[in-house]
């Protein structure tokens, strides 16, 4: 039966206004979901538009729909049940290229799943620990991923971020920059001067006026289009299962932050659907799915997925809050991820036009952490606490060799950026004295 209240999460709108407005949701975070992939397979070594990057751009769009069925259907107690769109998470970008880049990928989606089991347990915990991560240090961790990401952003609008590319005599030249900037323009110009679905996917139609602008460039190659099957093949550990305390460590943390943010996330989605504010019962479940997201996706060799926050302001725009819609999302994720064809198209893409697109994502990144910061008052305190955590964590992570005495699994905590940020701010905002003025 059809039920009109769409401020109902239950609401079951008709199909020819569910589907569009699904693909909705799918056109809002589609290019957000499958960069980490590309970036973390960079590090790692991977050749850019091969067989193997190709797969974990297929796991990327493949288990963003399955978290989020695990989060609109639900199952028990996981899942909110709320139309929460789930996607592969930029938080964790920064301390698994760190661990791709030294250890291998076979470490870093261990660390995904074994990070995925721990951020399920703190389903039932997850109230207890929100007293932890008030906005100062959520913002400033989120402002340290931003922050930490715009120097590769940078490297691959002029070209690439491995050696060989950054020695290449094409490195940072007009022809790589003005693809960028199209991606960056187009993006723009259809975010602020559009409404609606243009509004929503700018970055996407940003990047296909890239990639047309090198496709026409001769940029292109599209011999893997070709040679990808119609139907994917899931294999389950792809690179083996291997254990490294430093790189669980280092996940479990993000992890920790990750679920802080799916808390928001549900709150905000309550918000700006039903003005009501989000039940424990809803944010215990958006927490248990979250983490079964990610440990599955790792076993199969994709990245830790979490809510995503520009499919809230969706819900918020459109005034429709039914489950359903999210649903059909997350099947046309499903459907995008087992045709490896897709995968390809997306592995054809050229660096300078990926630039451009995360120059945007990536500064958004950093917005998104200052805009948290706002909430807070900035009195000496504070404004300590955000020196010294970003000092510590950004510093660190581009000169680590001064800390290259440090065993491996403190070395890798160290430099990764978000986590010395993370712990710094924790500790300080427990120690320092409120009135410390």
Request: charged fraction near 5%; hydrophobic fraction near 55%.
């Amino acid at each position: 039966m059809t039920n009109s209240n769409y401020s109902d999460p239950n609401a079951t709108p008709p199909l020819g206004q569910a589907i569009p407005l699904g693909l909705q949701h799918v056109l809002a975070m589609f290019a957000s979901n499958v960069t980490p992939s590309i970036i973390v397979a960079g590090a790692a070594g991977l050749a850019f538009g091969s067989g193997e990057q190709v797969y974990l751009i297929q796991m990327a769009m493949l288990f963003a729909g399955v978290a989020t069925l695990f989060q609109t259907v639900g199952m028990g107690p996981i899942g909110a049940r709320l139309p929460i769109m789930q996607g592969t998470s930029f938080a964790f970008v920064g301390v698994l290229a760190g661990i791709a880049a030294t250890q291998g990928l076979g470490v870093a989606l261990t660390a995904c799943i074994i990070g995925g089991v721990i951020h399920f347990a703190l389903g039932s915990v997850i109230q207890n620990l929100r007293w932890l991560f008030p906005p100062l240090v959520t913002g400033l961790v989120i402002l340290a991923i931003g922050l930490y990401l715009i120097p590769v952003a940078i490297k691959y609008a002029a070209g690439g971020a491995a050696s060989f590319q950054m020695e290449a005599e094409s490195f940072g030249s007009l022809m790589h920059w003005s693809v960028a900037l199209t991606v960056i323009v187009v993006s723009l110009v259809l975010k602020f001067f559009t409404k609606g679905t243009l509004s929503q996917s700018a970055i996407l139609i940003g990047l296909l006026a890239g990639y047309a602008l090198a496709w026409m460039l001769g940029m292109v190659n599209f011999g893997a289009v070709s040679k990808a099957s119609w139907i994917t093949s899931i294999k389950p550990l792809p690179y083996g299962f291997e254990f490294s305390l430093g790189a669980v460590i280092a996940v479990t943390l993000v992890s920790i932050v990750s679920a802080i943010e799916t808390v928001g996330d549900a709150s905000a989605t309550t918000k700006a659907g039903a003005g009501r504010d989000a039940t424990d019962k809803e944010i215990a479940g958006a927490t248990y799915a979250d983490g079964l997201g990610t440990a599955v996706a790792g076993v199969f060799g994709g990245l830790p997925n979490t809510s995503f926050s520009q499919n809230v302001g969706i819900v918020g725009m459109t005034g429709m809050m039914s489950r359903h819609v999210v649903t059909i999302a997350g099947i046309i994720m499903i459907a995008c991820g087992l045709l490896p064809k897709i995968g390809a198209v997306i592995a054809s893409m050229p660096l300078p036009v990926l630039g451009g697109g995360v120059i945007v994502m990536f500064g958004m990144v950093a917005s998104a952490g200052l805009n948290m910061l706002t909430e807070i008052k900035m009195n000496r305190r504070n404004m300590v606490i955000i020196a010294v955590s970003l000092a510590f964590g950004l510093g660190l992570n581009l000169v680590p060799t001064a800390v290259q005495y440090l065993p491996g699994v403190v070395k890798i905590l160290a430099t990764s950026a978000v986590a010395p940020t993370a712990l710094m701010a924790i500790v300080l905002n427990l120690i320092l004295p409120e009135d410390a003025d």
